[in-house]
């Protein structure tokens, strides 16, 4: 589903960056506002988007310069990078032939980070690059001072994150082939009404090796905008992404209808509204703050918020990075360290219906597809509040141009009516106290549109020193065609591998899983991870009327495999990140703990395909020693990959993770059993976890707080008259 979306909206953003690279005489791209409308993706209006390139409300971007070490590639590094690639050998030879995965900022090492503060000349840049050359993947690091470049050694599988023109031309590809256009014809769909999504293959064995593949589905876009909804249920084309050729077309169900287009319409503007009024509408409702927010954002990139302090960045393939978090000690008033860096590393999104048309569909979003390329532009007001401020991305694209990626995140402060904390005396004291405090936290937010489904990623900072990652799905269910219109048609033993949704379509049962890199550093580097076992002790019979109570009992993993955990309610641990060489008054080490929400563990076979190339998610918690390459958890070539370089493989090799720099992964999983009312665009469903301070704080951090008061807040004459 979601790698469906991704491919989607992939496909519109290559058909959107084709589209500017071809008509901007500009170096750099702006994103359009408007996509989803104005990109149709039928196929008779070639070139048919009109992109209308908007200026960027803050900036162009084009004179920016980094002043962090973190800060992303500017776009005259993108360029500069750009002439060095394109002049060094071989590629000087071809400068045609060259694609460019991805050119990122190569971060300095961890230490010079640490070392570094504002004042100070910022550490060399660096760029690292990811190309593919007549058919081979090249690794490069690129020195700016020198202009020099490196090779990088490269994994033994896989292949680079498809880029946006991969996507774009895969669509494309199969209309080359006049069985394929007969096939379209023989199933009642005019050519002009054909949309179609980039699916990437998976891997399944020695014939899904040595070139890359992909496969095309399409449907039909008569009479909807919810294309999705409208499967040509069955047909599958195999593609090679390189040289385009189909390498063969597979229609196993020609006789399964194509669903009816109405119903499927999700836009405001186009929807029926006459009906609307069963439910009286609510009140506009928005968030005020007549003095502006609380936080600034210095150099574009530096966030600084009731007392924390991190970087933010847009990042192609993670989506988000947060780095350097520090949080000031209320008591002190130090800055102390929390996190290095954090962000979402890979996502696993497998189907469950193993046959011909669905079985490949295991979709890996940030490594295959780009989390943050796919990243659209925020919706004011409605993505994010009236108070939201938006940073913009800037990426390079396929022939190493930078384009701007308008509003990509946005950054604001939340107030939901939530409590920090609150006591009230009950009148048998006779102290009548009444002591509450209002919850206001700051939220750094990205949503991913990977082609059919959305994905919301929170970093949300609290007061009291706790940090939610927050993820939400919504967009449009990846669904399947078939002949019922009902249940009572379905027969007793038929497997649906989903629920009938509407008539002729199934939304087909599929898992989500997102994977966390979390670099913890609390109050320094090395740290130690610590499972607080709870366990029941029984009571010996004579020293208490009770049989048994709850035991904590502390136990330091030190090694990789005693920090491999799966979730279990009856064996349940705290997952605690401690510094063992900082203690608290009274002596607790330091900490912060990771405390998982709502989540769920992969049920495929470990030796299933998808999941080797999964690996990462058989645990939800790993921890490994801090590693500058270990970063993307299904490895750094994730498409084809084999599953030779996951997480998994690192965290065998049991290496010694106590009293050292550390990294927790977290992975949060969710099983999708599609229902009617994820039918024809699906409520966002949320689940987070949380990195809480543990015996971090001397005690609660937000004691000090103050109230809220009347006299401080707006004036709002229409409350006021409700
Ligand atoms: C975006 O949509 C709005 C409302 O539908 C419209 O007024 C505006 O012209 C559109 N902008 C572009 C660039 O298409
Ligand atoms: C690239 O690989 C394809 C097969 O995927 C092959 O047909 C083509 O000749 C190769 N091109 C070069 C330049 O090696
Ligand atoms: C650039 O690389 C070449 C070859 O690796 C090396 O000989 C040269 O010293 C490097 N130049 C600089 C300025 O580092
Ligand atoms: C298939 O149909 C498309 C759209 O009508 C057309 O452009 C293309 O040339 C056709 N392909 C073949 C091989 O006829
Ligand atoms: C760092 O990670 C890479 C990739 O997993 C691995 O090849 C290398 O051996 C690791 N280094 C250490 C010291 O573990």
């Given at each position: 589903?979601?790698?469906?979306?991704?491919l989607r909206?992939?496909?519109?953003?290559?058909?959107a960056?084709?589209?500017?690279?071809?008509?901007?005489?500009?170096?750099?791209?702006?994103?359009?506002?408007?996509?989803s409308?104005?990109?149709?993706?039928?196929?008779?209006?070639?070139?048919?988007p009109?992109?209308?390139?908007?200026v960027?409300?803050?900036?162009?971007?084009?004179?920016?310069?980094?002043?962090?070490?973190?800060?992303?590639?500017?776009?005259?590094?993108?360029?500069?990078?750009r002439?060095?690639?394109?002049?060094?050998?071989?590629?000087?030879?071809?400068?045609?032939?060259?694609?460019?995965?991805?050119?990122?900022?190569?971060?300095?090492d961890?230490?010079?980070?640490?070392?570094?503060?504002?004042?100070?000349?910022?550490p060399?840049?660096?760029?690292?690059?990811?190309?593919?050359?007549?058919?081979?993947?090249?690794?490069?690091?690129?020195?700016?001072?020198?202009?020099?470049?490196?090779?990088?050694?490269?994994?033994?599988?896989g292949?680079?994150?498809?880029?946006?023109e991969?996507?774009?031309?895969?669509?494309?590809?199969p209309?080359?082939?006049?069985?394929?256009?007969?096939?379209?014809?023989?199933?009642?769909?005019?050519?002009?009404d054909?949309?179609?999504?980039p699916?990437?293959?998976?891997?399944?064995?020695?014939?899904?090796?040595?070139?890359?593949?992909?496969?095309?589905?399409?449907?039909?876009?008569?009479?909807?905008?919810?294309?999705?909804?409208?499967?040509?249920?069955?047909?599958t084309?195999?593609?090679?992404?390189?040289?385009?050729?189909?390498?063969?077309?597979?229609?196993?169900?020609?006789?399964?209808?194509?669903?009816?287009s109405?119903?499927?319409?999700?836009?405001f503007?186009?929807?029926?509204?006459?009906?609307n009024?069963?439910?009286?509408?609510?009140?506009?409702?928005?968030?005020?703050?007549?003095?502006?927010?609380?936080?600034?954002?210095?150099?574009?990139?530096?966030?600084?918020?009731?007392?924390?302090?991190?970087?933010?960045?847009p990042?192609?393939?993670?989506?988000?990075?947060?780095?350097?978090?520090?949080?000031?000690?209320?008591?002190?008033?130090?800055?102390?360290?929390v996190?290095?860096?954090?962000?979402?590393?890979?996502l696993?999104?497998?189907?469950?219906?193993p046959?011909?048309?669905w079985y490949?569909?295991?979709?890996?979003?940030a490594?295959?597809?780009?989390f943050?390329?796919?990243?659209?532009p925020l919706v004011?007001?409605n993505?994010?509040?009236?108070?939201?401020?938006?940073?913009?991305?800037?990426?390079?694209?396929?022939?190493?141009?930078?384009?701007?990626?308008?509003?990509?995140v946005?950054?604001?402060?939340?107030?939901?009516?939530?409590?920090?904390?609150?006591?009230?005396?009950?009148?048998i004291?006779?102290?009548?106290?009444?002591?509450?405090?209002?919850?206001?936290?700051?939220?750094?937010?990205?949503?991913?549109?990977?082609a059919?489904?959305?994905?919301?990623?929170?970093?949300e900072?609290?007061?009291?020193?706790?940090i939610?990652?927050?993820?939400?799905?919504?967009?449009?269910?990846?669904?399947?065609?078939?002949?019922?219109?009902?249940?009572?048609?379905?027969?007793?033993n038929?497997?649906?591998?989903?629920?009938?949704l509407?008539?002729?379509?199934?939304?087909?049962?599929?898992?989500?899983?997102?994977t966390?890199?979390?670099?913890?550093?609390?109050?320094?580097?090395?740290?130690?991870?610590?499972?607080?076992?709870?366990?029941?002790?029984?009571?010996?019979?004579?020293?208490?009327?009770?049989?048994?109570?709850?035991k904590?009992?502390?136990?330091?993993?030190k090694?990789?495999?005693?920090?491999q955990?799966?979730?279990?309610?009856?064996?349940?641990?705290?997952?605690?990140?401690?510094?063992?060489?900082?203690?608290?008054?009274?002596?607790?080490?330091?900490?912060?703990?990771?405390?998982?929400a709502g989540?769920?563990?992969?049920?495929?076979?470990?030796?299933?395909?998808?999941?080797?190339?999964?690996?990462?998610?058989?645990?939800?918690?790993?921890?490994?020693?801090?590693?500058?390459?270990e970063?993307?958890?299904?490895?750094?070539?994730?498409?084809?990959?084999?599953?030779?370089?996951?997480l998994?493989?690192?965290?065998?090799?049991?290496?010694?993770?106590?009293?050292?720099d550390?990294?927790?992964?977290?992975?949060?999983?969710?099983?999708?059993v599609?229902?009617?009312e994820d039918f024809?665009?699906?409520?966002?469903?949320?689940?987070?976890?949380?990195?809480?301070?543990?015996?971090?704080?001397?005690?609660?951090?937000?004691l000090?707080?103050?109230?809220?008061?009347?006299?401080?807040?707006?004036?709002?004459?229409?409350?006021?008259?409700?």
């Open positions: 589903m979601e790698p469906r979306s991704l909206l992939l496909f519109l953003l290559l058909a960056l084709v589209l500017l690279l071809i008509h901007s005489t500009r170096s750099y791209l702006h994103d359009l506002p408007n996509s409308s104005t990109l149709r993706p039928v196929l008779n209006s070639r070139p048919r009109t992109i209308t390139t908007t960027s409300s803050q900036s162009s971007h084009e004179s920016d310069v980094p002043h962090h070490p973190l800060d992303p590639l500017t776009i005259q590094e993108i360029n500069t990078a002439s060095i690639i394109l002049s060094y050998h071989p590629f000087s030879s071809s400068p045609s032939s060259l694609i460019i995965h991805s050119l990122v900022l190569q971060e300095p961890k230490p010079v980070v640490l070392s570094w503060h504002p004042g100070l000349p910022l060399p840049r660096h760029a690292s690059t990811i190309i593919r050359f007549l058919n081979s993947s090249y690794s490069l690091t690129i020195d700016f001072s020198t202009k020099n470049i490196t090779s990088n050694p490269l994994p033994s599988s292949y680079p994150t498809m880029t946006i991969d996507m774009n031309s895969a669509c494309w590809a209309l080359s082939d006049s069985n394929f256009n007969a096939t379209i014809l023989g199933r009642g769909v005019r050519l002009s054909l949309a179609c999504l699916i990437s293959s998976g891997w399944f064995g020695p014939q899904d090796e040595h070139r890359r593949l992909i496969k095309v589905q399409c449907y039909s876009a008569e009479g909807t905008a919810n294309f999705y909804m409208r499967p040509i249920e069955g047909l084309v195999l593609l090679d992404l390189d040289t385009k050729q189909v390498v063969h077309i597979s229609d196993v169900s020609p006789d399964i209808p194509i669903p009816k109405s119903g499927t319409e999700y836009r503007d186009s929807l029926s509204l006459k009906d009024h069963k439910t009286k509408p609510l009140n506009p409702i928005s968030l005020e703050q007549p003095a502006g927010p609380s936080f600034e954002i210095e150099n574009g990139h530096v966030v600084r918020w009731a007392g924390w302090e991190f970087h933010l960045k990042d192609p393939r993670a989506g988000v990075v947060v780095s350097a978090v520090r949080v000031t000690d209320p008591e002190t008033g130090e800055k102390r360290r996190m290095y860096k954090g962000f979402t590393s890979e696993f999104v497998p189907y469950m219906d046959t011909d048309a490949f569909k295991t979709y890996m979003d490594g295959e597809y780009g943050g390329l796919q990243a659209m004011p007001l993505d994010c509040p009236r108070n939201a401020k938006y940073m913009d991305g800037v990426f390079a694209a396929a022939d190493g141009r930078p384009y701007v990626r308008q509003n990509m946005c950054l604001f402060e939340s107030y939901g009516g939530d409590i920090g904390w609150r006591h009230s005396e009950s009148p004291t006779g102290m009548g106290i009444r002591e509450a405090r209002p919850k206001v936290t700051l939220v750094a937010r990205m949503a991913a549109s990977v059919n489904y959305d994905y919301i990623v929170d970093w900072f609290q007061t009291d020193g706790l939610r990652v927050k993820a939400g799905l919504s967009g449009i269910l990846m669904v399947k065609g078939t002949p019922y219109v009902n249940m009572n048609q379905v027969p007793k038929e497997e649906m591998y989903g629920t009938l509407s008539e002729n379509v199934v939304g087909v049962i599929h898992d989500h899983y997102i966390f890199h979390l670099d913890m550093d609390v109050d320094g580097s090395e740290n130690s991870f610590v499972k607080v076992k709870l366990e029941r002790e029984e009571t010996d019979q004579k020293e208490s009327p009770r049989v048994s109570y709850l904590a009992t502390r136990h330091v993993a090694s990789e495999k005693e920090a955990v799966k979730l279990n309610l009856y064996q349940p641990s705290e997952l605690h990140v401690v510094n063992p060489s900082k203690l608290t008054r009274v002596g607790n080490p330091v900490g912060y703990k990771l405390v998982p989540t769920a563990a992969t049920l495929m076979d470990p030796q299933d395909p998808p999941q080797l190339r999964a690996a990462f998610t058989n645990n939800q918690l790993w921890v490994t020693p801090y590693n500058k390459s970063e993307w958890a299904g490895g750094v070539f994730v498409y084809q990959s084999k599953g030779e370089d996951t998994a493989v690192w965290s065998d090799r049991d290496r010694s993770i106590e009293n050292k550390i990294v927790l992964w977290y992975t949060l999983g969710f099983h999708h599609p229902c009617q024809p665009i699906m409520p966002t469903v949320y689940s987070s976890f949380d990195l809480k301070p543990v015996n971090f704080f001397e005690y609660n951090p937000i000090k707080s103050p109230p809220n008061l009347e006299k401080d807040l707006p004036i709002c004459n229409a409350a006021a008259s409700a």
